[in-house]
């Protein structure tokens, strides 16, 4: 499943190969049922002869803002992804459930095999205040994030603190790659209770967040089986992970054998001894 670094870096891609300020002149769908909150003779009006203006991110979601204050917010889910391609670019008719087509020869192409993924469409002062972003918490690369705001979200909670990382309530953008990584990274215990953490391992944990998903939006996000920010493009963060997928190797800090264990029904990466309580 995308989390923030490979959202983040699907937007920067498409951003930085010209996605934005192109008239939208055609979108075709295979699947109607993707557009939440609305029909898809609604989104083709919604979008129709507008542009795309900018892309942002709220967590794991992306907003794209549309001319005349119009916005349509994308989630990924557990296989979304986005490419921007030639129109002539063949892509694969089964899997690829919209199409956007510029005026440029370009198409703003969605491609999902799991069909998971969400469209809603929103006035550009609405969505703030919609059902799924209101909910959201902060994530660790926003600026007013730090080790007090986690520890108000999940310091009173008995869960496990894996299961409270992976809350978009508690702190956005984190899924079960960097969950572990984090934990790994702060020397906690997956199993550890919310409100067993001290102040000190908040502030680790907070730090080691904004430092792990900051070089992993570096490095393009971690491909570790079918994700691509671009066509045919692997992030590179597969390449830094210490403990996820890391089963039966050595944990690079004290060479003790890496465990796999269920937390929450989420496969869950961590050493037993640097992470032994
Ligand atoms: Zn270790």
């Known amino acids: 499943m995308p989390e923030l670094p490979e959202v983040q870096s699907m937007i920067d891609t498409l951003i930085d190969d010209g996605c934005l300020n192109h008239k939208i002149i055609g979108v075709e769908t295979i699947m109607p049922k993707l557009f939440k909150n609305s029909d898809f003779k609604e ?33 990924l889910r557990m296989e979304g992804k986005l490419f921007y391609d030639d129109a002539d670019f063949p892509y694969n008719k089964r899997h690829t459930l919209v199409r956007i087509i510029f005026n440029n020869k370009k198409e703003l192409r969605y491609n999902d095999t799991r069909r998971f993924g969400t469209f809603t469409i929103y006035n550009e002062n609405d969505y703030i205040n919609s059902k799924e972003i209101s909910k959201l918490a902060l994530d660790p690369l926003d600026e007013n994030f730090n080790w007090k705001y986690l520890k108000n979200n999940i310091s009173k909670s008995s ?66 089986s079918t994700y691509f920010f671009k066509r045919e493009k692997k992030g590179e963060f597969q390449n830094f992970l210490k403990v996820h997928t890391k089963k039966d190797k050595p944990c690079t800090k004290c060479k003790t054998t890496i465990e796999k264990i269920k937390v929450n029904g989420r496969g869950t990466y961590f050493c037993p001894k640097c992470q032994n309580e």
């Open 43 to 75: 989104f083709e009006n919604h979008i129709i002869n507008e542009k795309i203006e900018n892309i942002s991110r709220i967590g794991k979601y992306l907003i794209f803002h549309i001319s005349h204050k119009k916005v349509f917010v994308v989630h």
């Open 159 to 224: 869960r496990h603190i894996k299961t409270l990382l992976l809350d978009q309530t508690n702190v956005a953008g984190i899924g079960n790659i960097y969950a572990d990584e984090i934990l790994h990274a702060s020397n906690i215990n997956p199993l550890k209770q919310g409100n067993k953490i001290t102040d000190k391992e908040f502030k680790t944990i907070s730090d080691n967040a904004t430092k792990i998903l900051q070089l992993a939006v570096k490095n393009k996000g971690t491909t570790i």
